[in-house]
């Protein structure tokens, strides 16, 4: 399980590289939408790094109802909305 969570960070990391330069050159509200999505992204990533390393456990990593799992939800659903709304930006401003 600790690969898996160890992969899903990586990709999570090489995902905020690749906002944080699409940033550097567009410097739009979509790209930066972008570059706060994937930094959620990694909150996530590393809730499973730390549940599947035993990191903090005091914070109920996995378990319901807990301090980790509330932080582990809100990061992605966070994460998902902006990646939608940047997403979004971003196609409107290309087709004006």
């Not at 999505?37 to 914070?59: D, K, M, N, Q, R």
């Not at 996995?62 to 939608?84: E, N, S």
Request: net charge positive.
């Amino acid at each position: 399980m600790a690969v898996k969570s160890v992969l899903a960070f990586a990709a999570a990391v090489g995902l905020f590289v690749g906002s944080a330069l699409v940033y550097h050159h567009r410097r739009s509200t979509g790209s930066a939408l972008l570059l706060l999505a994937t930094l959620c992204f990694i909150v996530a990533a590393l809730t499973h790094v730390f549940e599947a390393l035993g990191i903090l456990s005091g914070f109920g990593w996995g378990r319901p109802d807990t301090l980790g799992h509330y932080i582990d939800l809100t990061a992605a659903m966070l994460g998902l909305t902006l990646l939608a709304i940047g997403l979004g930006l971003s196609v409107v401003r290309r087709s004006l």
